[in-house]
C-alpha cells in the first residue's frame, strides 16, 4: 500500500479511538476495507488524497470529514427509522440547508469520496463504471455528467474515456468547485465546460454519447423529469451510467424510493430500457430481505434509448 | 414486566434470526451483522415496544444487553 493511503488508514484508526481495549464498528469497518483496496482504486485514491492535499486539505481533515459522513448518516438513519421516511423532501430545503453551505458541503463531499474506498457497495460500483468506460466508450464524442459531487468520476471519465467533450453540470458551485481541482490536469488537454446549474433548467443542443448520473436521483423532487430530460439529451445509440439507492437516509436525500421496482419503473416510464445492472443489497443480506426491513439498497444501471 | 423477554422478539427481527436467544451478557461482538445500523434499529423497536424515549447514545453506552434491561427500566421508572 502507498504512503499516503497507509497515512489516511492511520488517521482514521486515531478518531475511531484506536488504542483503546475495545475494537468497534467503525475501526473494524476501516482495517476490513484497506485489507482489501483494489489496485485501481488505490491508485485513484492516491490521486485524490494528492489533490486534496495540493489544494490544502491534510489528511486529518480527510478523517473527520468521513466521521462527519458517518455521524451524519446516522443521524438520518434514526430519523428515517423513528418517521418512515427521509427527513426533507424539496430542494429549497436541501439547498439551503447542504449546498449553498460551502462548509459544510466540502466536509460532506470529502466524507462521500473516503466512502468510495471504504464503502462496499460504492467500491463495487466505482468497478463497474471503470468497466463500462473500457469497454463502451471508446472514440465517442461527448461526455456529459449531471451532479459530480466530489470530482472523483469525472475525472476518471476524463482519464479513461476517451472523450471529445465533457460538460459537468452541478446545482452546488462547492461541487464544481472541488470538481474542477480534481480535473485541473485535464484542462489544457480536453474540452470541458463547466455549468452551475439545475439540470432541469440546462439547455444543450448537444446530444451525448454517455450521460452519467451517479446517485443523483434521490436527490431531485421529480425524478421522472429528470429521466426524461436526460433520455431526450442522448444520442439514440447513447448510454446513460445511473446510480441510485434504497431505503438509504442521508441529509439530502429527498426521494424515497422503497423497492427497485419502482426505480426501473421510472425507466420503463422514461423510454430506457436496462442494458446492464448491479444491485447491492445491504450487507450480510439479500435484496428481499432488505427491501422487507427496509435496509440500504445500491444500484446501478448502463440505460439505453428504447 | 419482563424486559429480556420483550426484547428477544426485537433482537429476532433486527437480525432476521427466529432462532437468535439473547442473554443479559449478550454484546455486539457475539452477533456478526450487529453493527451500526443495526444499533439504530434496536433504539427505535425498543422506543415504539416500551413507549419511551432513548438517546442514540444511550444505547451505545450500553455494553451488552443487560445494560439495555437497566436502560429500560430506569426510563420506565
Same mark, same amino acid.
Given at each position: ?306 | ?28 461482538? =457475539? #452477533?456478526?451483522?450487529?453493527? /451500526?445500523?443495526? &444499533?439504530?434499529?434496536?433504539? *427505535?423497536?425498543?422506543?415504539? %415496544?416500551? =413507549? #419511551?424515549?432513548?438517546?442514540? /447514545?444511550?444505547? &451505545?453506552?450500553?455494553?451488552? *444487553?443487560?445494560?439495555?434491561? %437497566? ?7
Amino acid at each position: 500500500m502507498e504512503n499516503s493511503l497507509q497515512l489516511l488508514k492511520e488517521e482514521l484508526l486515531r478518531i475511531f479511538g484506536a488504542g483503546t481495549n475495545e475494537r468497534n464498528s467503525r475501526q473494524t469497518a476501516v482495517l476490513d476495507a484497506f485489507a482489501h483496496v483494489d489496485n485501481d482504486l488505490a491508485t485513484i485514491m492516491e490521486r485524490y488524497i494528492d489533490i486534496a492535499q495540493k489544494n490544502g486539505d491534510t489528511l486529518p481533515f480527510m478523517a473527520e470529514s468521513y466521521a462527519f459522513f458517518l455521524d451524519e448518516t446516522e443521524k438520518e438513519s434514526l430519523f428515517f427509522y423513528q418517521e418512515g421516511h427521509y427527513r426533507y423532501s424539496t430542494l429549497e430545503e436541501v439547498v439551503h440547508q447542504v449546498y449553498a453551505n460551502e462548509t459544510y458541503m466540502k466536509k460532506y463531499m470529502t466524507g462521500l469520496a473516503i466512502s468510495l474506498l471504504l464503502w462496499p457497495q460504492h467500491k463495487q460500483f466505482f468497478v463497474f463504471f471503470h468497466t463500462f468506460l473500457h469497454e463502451h466508450c471508446k472514440r465517442k464524442h461527448a461526455y456529459l455528467e449531471i451532479g459530480a459531487g466530489h470530482g472523483i468520476f469525472c475525472s476518471e471519465a476524463m482519464r479513461e474515456g476517451g472523450f471529445s467533450r465533457y460538460d459537468i453540470v452541478d446545482i452546488s458551485e462547492t461541487s464544481l468547485a472541488l470538481t474542477k481541482k480534481m480535473t485541473a490536469e485535464f484542462i489544457d488537454t480536453h474540452e470541458i465546460r463547466f455549468i452551475h446549474a439545475d439540470f432541469l433548467q440546462f439547455e444543450s443542443e448537444e446530444r451525448y454519447d454517455v450521460i452519467s448520473i451517479s446517485e443523483v436521483l434521490e436527490h431531485v423532487e421529480t425524478p421522472q423529469e429528470f429521466l426524461d430530460k436526460s433520455r431526450k439529451l442522448m444520442k439514440d445509440d447513447g448510454r446513460l451510467y445511473l446510480t441510485t439507492c434504497i431505503n438509504a437516509p442521508e441529509i439530502d436525500h429527498i426521494y424515497l424510493f422503497r423497492t427497485i421496482q419502482e426505480v426501473e419503473d421510472l425507466f420503463a416510464s422514461a423510454g430506457l430500457g436496462i442494458d446492464e445492472k448491479l444491485y447491492v443489497p445491504y450487507k450480510n443480506t439479500t435484496i428481499a430481505r432488505s427491501e422487507r426491513q427496509k435496509l440500504p439498497i445500491n444500484v446501478a444501471y448502463i440505460l439505453k434509448k428504447i | 414486566m419482563d424486559i429480556l423477554k420483550e426484547l428477544q422478539p426485537i433482537f429476532q427481527d433486527v437480525f432476521d434470526d427466529e432462532s437468535l436467544v439473547i442473554t443479559n451478557k449478550t454484546c455486539s461482538a =457475539d #452477533i456478526e451483522d450487529w453493527d /451500526s445500523l443495526a &444499533q439504530i434499529r434496536l433504539v *427505535v423497536a425498543i422506543e415504539k %415496544q416500551f =413507549d #419511551i424515549k432513548l438517546n442514540f /447514545s444511550d444505547l &451505545q453506552n450500553a455494553s451488552n *444487553v443487560g445494560d439495555m434491561v %437497566q436502560l429500560i427500566q430506569s426510563k420506565k421508572a
